[in-house]
């Protein structure tokens, strides 16, 4: 005797598994790139000083710690807590900087030079080498939304293929 099949087949849960990776993946890829982009838009200062900072669009720029003064990546900004930063337009007013956890972070509503100028309160501290780059807000948006996409046709396919194969076993001839 045979033994009877439950539809839908197993291998849709095969389906919503890798509906569920594409969107992680593709939200990887995605903040990789962002992320791509971002640095070859930005510039490199040398903190701390004062220095011209050319911004070539509107919007939210982040200021990120890079090299330390040893020209090592920086992992831990703590050295740095205790920078001022100041930025100021072309005609000489100040735009606000602000803390965003380890960065720094400012709008501006023109583009052009603008001068950053670094110090610490106390005359002296550890040196080190920021970028300044453009925040991409539209690719984070794109980001959340590849993955969620994903994430939930995924767990949908999942589900449903659940539901109809515990209904359609219940309906199946007792052997």
């Not at 100040?94 to 030079?113: D, L, R």
């Amino acid at each position: 005797m045979t033994k009877a099949k439950v539809k839908p087949g197993k291998w849709l849960y095969l389906i919503g598994v890798l509906l569920i990776v594409v969107g992680i993946v593709a939200a990887i890829a995605a903040a990789a790139s962002a992320g791509l982009t971002a640095m070859q838009s930005s510039t490199k200062v040398d903190v701390p000083g004062t220095s011209t900072v050319q911004l070539d669009k509107t919007g939210i720029y982040t200021i990120a710690y890079y090299l330390s003064s040893d020209n090592k990546p920086v992992i831990d900004p703590s050295p740095y807590k205790d920078m001022a930063y100041t930025l100021k337009d072309v005609g000489g007013n100040p735009v606000a900087v602000t803390a965003a956890g380890n960065a720094k972070v400012f709008t501006i509503q023109k583009t052009g030079a603008y001068t950053l100028a670094t110090a610490y309160p106390g005359g002296s501290g550890p040196s080190a080498t920021v970028i300044v780059m453009p925040a991409s807000g539209i690719n984070g948006a794109l980001i959340g939304v590849l993955f969620w996409v994903f994430v939930i046709a995924g767990v949908a396919v999942i589900i449903v293929t659940a539901v109809l194969r515990s209904k359609n076993r219940k309906k199946l001839p007792v052997q």
